[in-house]
């Protein structure tokens, strides 16, 4: 259960390590501390705009928003979870099914 990422590479490693042939994500700057909630590069293949699948580098919040949810906030933080059980949960039965992407982290921490 971490509570920061770390990911130290730029767009263009993560493009390339990735083999990613685009994306919206360009203004991605390298960072050792990335909190809960904050934009973090993923990996996705899928397709946009009725275009071929493609592995795309996008932007992405850092937690999850329940699809019922009508604000970004949530009562509970949902931006960590076990994976003993996780499809039992209501809250991540759909997105485990449907909504997958690879986060690139470098390392994850804890504080102390």
């Known amino acids: 259960?971490?509570?920061?990422?770390?990911?130290?590479n730029t767009t263009s490693e993560l493009?390339?390590?990735?083999?990613a042939t685009g994306g919206d994500f360009?203004?991605?700057h390298p960072s050792w501390n990335i909190k809960p909630t904050q934009t973090v590069p993923v990996v996705i293949h899928s397709a946009k705009g009725g275009e071929e699948a493609v592995r795309r580098l996008e932007p992405?919040?850092?937690?999850?928003?329940?699809?019922?949810?009508?604000?970004?906030?949530t009562k509970f933080p949902t931006f960590n979870a076990r994976s003993e059980g996780i499809t039992d949960k209501a809250t991540w039965r759909g997105p485990?099914?449907?909504?997958?992407?690879?986060?690139?982290?470098?390392?994850?921490?804890?504080?102390?």
């Open 60 to 73: 992405a919040r850092w937690s999850l928003t329940p699809s019922w949810s009508k604000e970004l906030k």
């Open 15 to 19: 493009l390339s390590a990735f083999d």
């Open 26 to 28: 360009q203004d991605w």
């Open 96 to 112: 485990v099914k449907t909504h997958r992407a690879l986060v690139p982290a470098t390392g994850y921490y804890e504080w102390q």
């Open 1 to 8: 259960m971490c509570g920061r990422l770390v990911v130290s």
